[in-house]
């Protein structure tokens, strides 16, 4: 597929979703095309021994992050590389833009755990107007070979010490970074923009690399911050909440 941006993702990554909203309203008034693609969290770490260095909740949300990519590999295999945008809305929608309610006492773990699960994905696929069928994919450890080659191919267009999303501009011969990172989603009248100064960085054959470790929780009701509050900033020392690199 030729399109103008190639967004890898994994559906577990706020930032990622963050970028991805602000992709789609630049979609909308540039008219661009977007090939959604693959990058998994769960398999960049595989060798990473997740008790050590993460938070104790991020193994169960990284693996929950593989379960619902193996979802969106059979999709697009069997619906076309078109019903991976809406199934990814879907996801984003209902993980970040769904404030818990106030009878929800799950842990923050089993909150994360809950994602990877039929429980969750159906109403999801349903929603996207998608077969409830394609939830027998969680389980399916044969998508993870096309996601593995998917995540190895964002990842040797950046180099390895990235996170997610990665966006390959003006693919093939563009380059690509990881980010833009954002907390905050732009107005739609400074969304393009903020667009353009980053595609006319990404031009800039010799730029690369424009970093702060320094973070705000994204506005997004999972996090309770709402579009007038900053939310409380966190250093994402290495791109992640690694506890020790």
Same mark, same amino acid.
């Given at each position: 597929m030729d399109a103008d941006i190639n967004f890898y993702f994994d559906p577990v990554c706020p930032f990622a979703w963050m970028t991805?909203?602000?992709v789609r309203q630049v979609q909308k008034q540039r008219d661009y095309t977007v090939d959604w693609r693959f990058i998994s969290l769960r398999l960049i770490? !595989?060798?990473v021994d997740y008790d050590a260095h993460f938070p104790p909740e991020y193994e169960a949300g990284h693996t929950a992050g593989l379960r619902l990519l193996r979802v969106a590999a059979r999709t697009r295999a069997e619906h076309g590389r078109e019903a991976v945008a809406p199934l990814y809305a879907a996801f984003g929608t209902h993980i970040f833009d769904t404030a818990p309610g106030p009878d929800d006492h799950r842990t923050e773990g089993e909150v994360r755990e809950l994602r990877g699960t039929r429980e969750f994905l159906e109403p999801i696929l349903a929603e !996207? *107007?998608?077969p409830l069928e394609l939830a027998e994919a969680l389980d399916d450890e044969s998508w993870d070979r096309e996601i593995q080659q998917e995540t190895d191919e964002a990842l040797s267009l950046t180099g390895k010490?990235? *996170?997610?999303p990665i966006i390959h501009f003006e693919p093939p011969t563009g380059v =690509?970074?990881?980010g833009p990172v954002i907390s905050r989603l732009p107005h739609e009248d400074v969304a393009v923009e903020l667009w353009d100064h980053v595609v006319a960085l990404a031009r800039f054959p010799g730029f690369a690399e424009l970093k702060r470790s320094l973070r705000e /929780?994204? /506005?997004? =009701? !999972?996090f309770g911050v709402d579009t007038d509050t900053a939310g409380k900033q966190e250093d994402w020392h290495g791109g992640s909440r690694r506890q020790k690199k």
């Open positions: 991805s909203k602000w770490n !595989a060798r !996207a *107007g998608l010490d990235v *996170g997610t =690509a970074f990881f /929780q994204p /506005q997004l =009701a !999972a």
